[in-house]
């Protein structure tokens, strides 16, 4: 990856590019493998302070690095495309708008479960942002469904009851649930659940596990 600062002169580049300011972070990735270009530059992109911006140059037309920011920054960067150049290479400028990712919000629960067969099971929502330190999903028993006894991972999960009724089996006994209830489920520790006549719908949230990393499209 070919990496510069301050007003150095991009090669090649049109009068549009020498223009820009001079405290541009610019990249080249043109000499980088595609799987290891989206990482490079998010990460080049969170060293930025708000304000500032990388002057970006492929070799194509980085639309699915585009869809990456968007799922992961709504709302954090600006994005002008300054189009390709006469040696085929494509230069954007990424700015980042705010200091740190902002809130938002991922789920609405109401309709969700609106538009949510009663037969549904299993997991019916996920926490999807690839640069999370948090696994979250919404897991959906029908009526009569039950999770078979088991010991749970070595992480702590807290776990929300969001609709309907049932019981929560341990090494000792049962712990019933309703709307509202919060459990904790330490690590390691046995648990069963069973839904009630209404089925049973809730959030569970834990440490992310770790998992191999994704290639990104090119």
């Not at 405290?23 to 990482?39: E, F, S």
């Not at 990388?54 to 920054?73: Q, V, Y």
């Not at 740190?100 to 309709?111: F, H, K």
């Not at 999370?132 to 929300?160: E, K, M, Y």
């Amino acid at each position: 990856m070919r990496h510069r600062t301050g007003a150095a002169a991009y090669v090649g580049g049109e009068q549009r590019r020498e223009e820009l300011m001079a405290g541009d972070t610019r990249i080249d990735v043109r000499d980088t493998p595609k799987p290891q270009r989206h990482a490079l530059i998010l990460e080049a992109f969170d060293r930025l302070a708000a304000g500032d911006s990388i002057l970006l140059t492929n070799d194509h037309e980085p639309r699915h690095l585009r869809e990456d920011f968007e799922r992961e920054l709504p709302g954090s960067f600006g994005w002008e495309s300054l189009g390709p150049d006469e040696d085929g290479s494509w230069q954007v400028r990424i700015t980042k708008t705010t200091r740190a990712p902002l809130p938002r919000l991922v789920a609405d629960t109401n309709a969700l479960f609106a538009d949510l067969d009663p037969s549904s099971a299993g997991s019916v929502w996920q926490l999807t942002p690839a640069r999370r330190d948090l696994d979250a999903n919404i897991i959906a028993l029908p009526a009569g469904d039950a999770i078979d006894t088991h010991d749970g991972p070595g992480l702590d999960v807290l776990f929300v009851v969001l609709s309907g009724s049932g019981t929560l089996g341990t090494e000792t006994g049962e712990i019933a649930l309703a709307p509202g209830a919060v459990v904790w489920l330490p690590p390691r520790s046995q648990r069963r659940i069973d839904a009630g006549a209404e089925g049973l719908r809730y959030l569970t949230v834990h440490h992310r596990k770790p998992t191999l990393s994704i290639t990104p499209r090119p």
